[in-house]
């Protein structure tokens, strides 16, 4: 071991070349002493040379970079620190030890060669002090915040804060307090390289101040942990205890009790097997826990999900045809086609009991009866109904449920209206299913998959319970009015049966069957109290209803019923008969008129037919000309489909005039305005260009269109009329408003099958190819 010499070095005897070691994991400040080992080869060589002349070095730190064997000029800082070696001893491999004493700051100008080690050319650098007030200021600052550390810090020596306090040297209180605080290398270079001791004390007190504050929180922390636990320890202790004193009384504790419970429900209840696996692993950890605990209300709320779903409990079938199909006719008037799938269904199910339940959509308008229809199945099979309202569901976790990571967590609404059922094979009805939403919680319509996928819903998989649940046995129904807005992939796994709105006849038939009775009773009346003759209930319909379903004729007969309460309950007790001139006195004035003859006597006025999803509706289309030059104006919230109709209906009859007997002339003269009435409510679509040609035409021509009659139909430039949609519900609209004749497109003479004979019978039905045709049919050309 070499020890420090004698002679007392200064910066004034630190020579102009000077050997440098580069430094990775300290920095050396002058008038600091810190240790260092030195383990290459090359720098070994470097202290064994310093050591046989002068003992002075230079020390730079080397810049963040790879750990590297070898370094350059350009790993290295341009700013430094010399050094003299106090105490140097050498170890195994060739391993040096130094104790060395930074002297003062240098900057590197040049690096020379000839050394395996580097060598470097240097310029010493004095501190530029400035003593004044604010620099004693910023020294006093710096001394008690240094101290303040100290007192926080344990693991610091106390004695070296008053050491610190004899420092009358800012460079040198910079330096102190910069090389002992836990700061980054990079931030002690920055400090290293500050020349002006003013500047390098405000930059010192930024990194003690950010120090302290992260002290202080870590104590903070430290002392709030340290509070937990010895809490813990607290209630831990007393728990010993209370469990010593139960056992002294011969009480037996709560948490066994209810693990014990739960036991005797997973013995009793059959269960999957895998599901008996999971119960009995989750029951052995609430063992473990306290009742106190917020993790044993999570593993018992997921224990009784468990012990209470029905996962083998089943309701046994009717399987009686014609109990069923007379609790079917009972309930509902029309709706054969609904009511035949169920009885296939069920005769299914009595060749095979072990057939998969169908996944069914019923899709028509408002009032039909889809609701309705799906508990009479659920009677008519003697299975549990439920029923699941989706409209605004925008939650994927409506449907799967939340993970059990999150508080509050349950199943979804599939598992849940399971359990309240309380069997494995209810009639489930999905209503609504066309008004599903999705946003940033996910898509509702994509986790419905799953449950409406027969070849997947035997295992189907809720969130909270992680375990595979069989919908296989559950017979699923859905309602919508439109199929439009149900994605392709959903709808594509269910079974469409359309529930058609009803004719005037069928609307009497089930007034008089359920309407009627049903408000009767929800009014407290008896039947002879009140009667409503088939005259009056053909006004209700035809006059302050205009609708598909049976809703609002409802709504008015139980308007009538309260007035009728009403007079009973003024001592008129009746009985009460509801005829023709009466209705005005209970509903008021008439709401819907026939306009269909007034507004067809006009040129240019033509009744159209359109579908929307409350039903058909009359659709007029009204043309007008005026003195201009070949302009078209379209108005009424016309949609881009019906514009470009009205362009193709010009079209055709500008190339067309000599045949229809317009004047040259009269298109360059004349402005054309079409409008269709009922402005406020959007419209689109194909099937009104029929509509507008003839409308058109009419107007040209200056004659009106035939008595009672609409029409529909998709034309071309060509003179082609092409198939349309929705005509069932446009010819039973048609019906209502007392239409006796309407022209379809021959291609859609197939519809027909599906309408009531009586409809058919009342009115008559031309089928047309051509938009010519249409023209002599509707009387405008000969």
Not at 528 to 548: D, N, V
Request: hydrophobic share 40%; with cysteine.
């Amino acid at each position: 071991m070499n020890d420090q010499p004698s002679p007392d070095f200064s910066v004034e005897n630190v020579p102009d070349v000077l050997p440098i070691l580069p430094l990775v994991d300290v920095a050396l400040f002058p008038k600091m002493v810190v240790p260092i080992v030195v383990m290459q080869n090359e720098y070994v060589q470097l202290i064994d040379n310093a050591m046989t002349t002068d003992r002075l070095i230079g020390l730079v730190v080397a810049k963040p970079t790879d750990e590297k064997q070898r370094f350059t000029a350009d790993d290295l800082y341009s700013v430094g620190t010399s050094a003299l070696i106090l105490k140097m001893a050498k170890g195994e491999e060739n391993k040096a030890q130094l104790m060395i004493q930074g002297l003062g700051r240098f900057k590197v100008t040049e690096y020379l060669e000839g050394q395996p080690y580097l060598q470097a050319q240097v310029e010493k650098i004095q501190d530029i002090v400035t003593k004044d007030t604010e620099t004693e200021a910023l020294m006093k600052n710096l001394i008690n915040m240094y101290q303040r550390i100290i007192q926080l810090s344990p693991g610091m020596p106390q004695d070296i804060g008053t050491m610190v306090s004899t420092i009358d040297e800012p460079g040198i209180l910079a330096d102190m307090v910069t090389s002992t605080i836990n700061s980054s290398l990079e931030e002690k270079q920055k400090v290293l390289e500050v020349i002006d001791t003013k500047e390098r004390l405000k930059q010192v007190t930024k990194l003690v101040s950010h120090q302290l504050e992260v002290i202080k929180i870590g104590k903070k922390i430290q002392t709030q942990v340290k509070g937990d636990m010895d809490q813990k320890q607290k209630e831990y202790y007393l728990r010993q205890q209370l469990k010593a004193i139960k056992d002294e009384l011969g009480e037996k504790e709560e948490t066994n009790a209810d693990v014990e419970e739960y036991r005797m429900k997973i013995a009793e209840k059959e269960l999957p097997e895998e599901v008996e696996k999971e119960a009995n692993r989750e029951l052995d950890r609430l063992a473990k826990m306290h009742p106190s605990s917020s993790e044993y209300t999570v593993s018992s709320t997921y224990l009784d999900w468990l012990t209470i779903l029905p996962w083998y409990e089943s309701t046994k079938d009717n399987l009686d045809i014609k109990k069923a199909r007379k609790v079917l006719d009972d309930d509902h008037f029309g709706l054969e086609k609904p009511k035949k799938r169920i009885i296939e269904y069920l005769a299914v199910r009595k060749l095979k009991p072990d057939s998969k339940g169908p996944i069914l959509c019923f899709v028509g308008p408002p009032g039909t009866g889809k609701t309705s229809l799906g508990r009479s199945i659920a009677r008519a099979l003697g299975r549990n109904f439920i029923r699941v309202a989706l409209g605004g569901v925008r939650d994927e976790a409506e449907i799967r449920g939340h993970r059990r990571t999150y508080v509050g967590a349950l199943p979804g609404r599939i598992v849940q209206e399971i359990r309240r059922a309380g069997s494995n094979n209810p009639v489930f009805m999905l209503d609504e299913i066309d008004k599903v939403g999705s946003d940033f919680r996910g898509d509702p319509s994509s986790a419905l998959l799953e449950v409406l996928d027969p070849e997947q819903n035997f295992s189907f998989a809720d969130h909270y319970l992680d375990l595979p649940f069989d919908l296989s046995k559950v017979m699923f129904i859905t309602t919508a009015n439109i199929l439009d807005t149900i994605p392709p992939a959903l709808r594509d796994r269910m079974e469409v049966l359309e529930l058609l709105g009803y004719t005037q006849e069928e609307k009497i038939k089930i007034a008089n069957k359920y309407l009627i009775p049903r408000q009767r009773e929800a009014h407290g009346l008896k039947a002879k109290q009140l009667t409503i003759s088939a005259g009056a209930l053909k006004k209700i319909i035809s006059g302050y209803t205009r609708e598909a379903g049976l809703r609002n004729l409802e709504r008015e007969i139980a308007n009538i019923c309260r007035g009728i309460a009403t007079l009973v309950a003024e001592g008129k007790k009746g009985p009460h008969s509801i005829k023709l001139e009466d209705i005005h006195e209970f509903l008021g004035p008439i709401r819907f008129t026939a306009e269909v003859s007034s507004r067809t006597l006009t040129p240019g006025v033509i009744m159209g037919l359109a579908w929307t999803p409350a039903g058909g509706e009359l659709l007029y289309v009204e043309a007008t000309s005026m003195p201009g030059k070949k302009g078209l104006t379209l108005t009424g919230q016309l949609g881009d489909i019906m514009k470009e109709s009205a362009t193709a209906a010009l079209s055709f009859i500008r190339s067309n005039a000599d045949a229809l007997k317009i004047p040259e002339n009269y298109f360059d003269n004349h402005d054309i305005h079409i409008h269709v009435p009922a402005g406020s409510i959007p419209k689109d679509g194909p099937s009104a260009g029929v509509t507008m040609l003839c409308a058109l035409v009419s107007l040209m021509t200056g004659k009106t269109v035939k008595k009672n009659m609409a029409m529909t139909g998709e034309i071309t430039l060509r003179g082609q009329v092409l198939p349309v949609g929705g005509v069932k519900e446009k010819i039973l609209a048609a019906h209502r408003a007392g239409i006796k004749t309407i022209i379809l497109p021959d291609w859609n003479k197939k519809d027909l099958e599906e309408i009531p004979p009586k409809v058919q019978k009342s009115i008559k039905f031309h089928f047309v190819k051509k938009m010519m045709d249409v023209l002599k049919l509707a009387g405008i050309k000969k």
